[in-house]
């Protein structure tokens, strides 16, 4: 009876599945995948969303700006608003000119003033929306002053853009922490996974020196534990997801509720959804490549 | 030189644990093909260490091995798992694996080299019926008595039918009848190439299988009584007689 023997050829991996006892590498393993891919889903998901908000606000605000024409006086600050208008017109640079109507000035200021907004006690000023066909940089600004300076002297000219820029400052601080948070994160998983994947050497030493004896490559052992991993990050990573994704979408609800108009332009599209779906994804990447280094490792002090 | 049929050379070959002693000193012999060789030697002589070097579970700290005409010295790491399958090997301690059932285990070595589970269901069960575990094949190591488990063993290190077999004690747990059954499986393995080498303290052994070849390791040296391992071999005097 002579056995027909490849020598060479791989396991199979429904056959190596009978080699090590544990499916999974045990213990807290998958737990700790879900964790922090929860963690990681959260973070990811409020960066992208804050980096929406940042470049939605920016392009609603770019060449945006604002003309207030403060003055005590309601009959001079309306010959001033008008004349400002008719000016900014013909200005060169300018794309349109929309004066705000004064019972929008005083609806935007109601939830502050109360009812002395339409009261002629508190003096609102006059506004006008310009829309640049540029930048508005400190130049176009400059230039925009000199031909108001004789018509309105009174008015103030202010980039809207500028009025953000410390919330900006604030989101580009916070997008670094996410990223740094991110890659904590990553970091934390790898050493837990690399912990796991040493106790489960350990466990089962004995069997894989009894394997690498009878002529198993280290490729093949390797491989026994990266199908332990890819099961636990399989597990783990969809819990985590759930959980993560479960909390962004409710807090993107709650937001939502607050119909607070900016927020809203912070959304998650349906791309960024993908891209948090890819989490659990790199986090097995991350799983599988610390377990099989691991492993190759521990295996390389083997004669 | 090598000749063609030599299957192991030893030359000079040292070897000291740690920074112990030399356990194993000035070992220079050859194997040859399709000869069936019985080591023996006092407890401690060193016949595990020199299966270890045999089994290549050791490096020794001096001289040259060749097996089947490559110096395993020299051998990257890599391409020792492809010349362990050439070998089979009864450690002393059996080394099961724990949780596979008695059929997993001599399966092993099949499903390492890729046979298909069609091609080595049959083959498995015939040589477990042969050790007489045919009724324990679903039986974990841990239920087996220790004569069962060295059985496995056997069947295990046989199953895969190695170039070289490597036996540290295989008889060491068996009641007598059964110490016969093993050796002439080795011996019918023997019939089929298989080049066998079986230590054991057991003396009475050495007479049962005529045309065997005796090594003698004596405090880590290896004396050659019957002119054994020299080249050619010298076999009238090699062998012992019934
Ligand atoms: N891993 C080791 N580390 C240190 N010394 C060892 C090691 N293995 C064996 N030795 C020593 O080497 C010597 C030979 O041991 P070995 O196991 O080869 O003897 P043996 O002939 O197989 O004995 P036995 O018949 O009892 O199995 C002994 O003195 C032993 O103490
Ligand atoms: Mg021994």
């Known amino acids: ?303 | 030189m090598a000749g063609a049929d030599d299957i192991v050379r030893f030359d000079n070959v040292g070897l000291r644990y740690g920074t112990g002693t030399e356990v194993l000193g000035d070992l220079s012999f050859t194997l040859h093909a399709g000869r069936f060789y019985f080591l023996t030697g006092a407890s401690g002589a060193g016949k595990t260490s020199l299966l270890k070097l045999l089994y290549l579970a050791q490096r020794p700290s001096r001289g040259a091995i060749r097996m089947f005409g490559t110096d395993v010295i020299m051998l990257p790491r890599e391409r020792l798992p492809a010349l362990r399958r050439r070998l089979g090997v009864v450690f002393q301690d059996f080394r099961l694996v724990p949780h596979l059932s008695a059929f997993d285990n001599v399966a092993l070595p099949l499903r390492l080299s890729g046979v298909s589970e069609d091609e080595l269901r049959q083959p498995v069960a015939d040589m477990l019926d042969w050790v007489g575990l045919g009724a324990r094949s679903d039986a974990r190591p841990a239920t087996l008595s220790g004569g069962e488990q060295q059985r496995v063993a056997i069947a295990r290190a046989v199953i895969a039918r190695p170039e070289l077999l490597v036996a540290d004690e295989p008889t060491g747990n068996v009641d007598p009848e059964m110490a016969l059954k093993l050796l002439r499986l080795f011996e019918s393995l023997n019939r089929l190439g298989t080049t066998v080498v079986v230590a054991t303290h057991d003396v009475t052994l050495l007479r049962k299988v005529p045309d065997s070849l005796i090594m003698r390791l004596d405090g880590g040296r290896l004396s050659d009584p019957t002119g054994a391992l020299r080249y050619p071999p010298r076999r009238e005097a090699a062998t012992v007689r019934a």
């Not at chain 1, 002297?153 to 997008?175: M, N």
């Open chain 1, 1 to 303: 009876m002579r056995l027909p023997l490849s020598r060479d050829a791989a396991i199979g991996s429904q056959r190596t599945a009978q080699v090590l006892p544990a499916a999974s590498l045990g213990g807290p393993m998958p737990w700790v995948i879900a964790i922090m891919v929860a963690l990681t889903v959260l973070t990811a998901g409020g960066a992208i969303s804050l980096a929406n908000f940042a470049s939605e606000a920016r392009s609603g605000l770019e060449g945006g700006v604002t003309v207030q024409v403060v003055e005590a006086n309601a009959s001079a600050r309306e010959a001033q608003a008008r004349r400002a208008a008719e000016a900014l017109a013909t200005a060169p640079g300018v794309a349109k000119v929309r004066r705000v109507p004064q019972a929008e000035v005083e609806s935007l200021v109601e939830p502050w003033l109360g009812e002395a907004a339409n009261s002629e006690v508190v003096a609102l000023p006059a506004l006008i929306e310009v829309r640049l066909t540029g930048d508005a940089d400190k130049a176009a600004l400059s230039r925009l002053r000199g031909s108001l300076a004789k018509s309105a002297p009174s008015a103030r000219i202010d980039a809207q853009a500028d009025w953000l820029g410390p919330v900006f400052g604030v989101i580009t601080a916070l997008r670094w922490l996410a990223l740094v948070l991110i890659g904590l994160l990553t970091l934390a998983s790898a050493a837990a996974v690399w912990l796991a994947a040493r106790n489960a050497l350990d466990v089962n030493r004995a069997t894989i020196e009894i394997v690498h004896h009878l002529g198993a490559g280290d490729a093949q052992i390797a491989r026994l534990f990266e199908r332990s991993v890819l099961l636990d990050a399989a597990l783990g990573g969809a819990i985590g997801l759930l959980l993560g994704g479960g909390a962004l979408a409710l807090l993107g609800g709650r937001f939502a509720a607050l119909q607070a108009g900016v927020v809203e332009r912070g959304a998650l599209s349906a791309l960024d959804w993908l891209l948090v779906a890819l989490v659990p994804v790199i986090m097995a990447g991350v799983a599988l490549y610390t377990a099989r280094r691991t492993v190759l490792a521990r295996l390389g002090r083997m004669l």
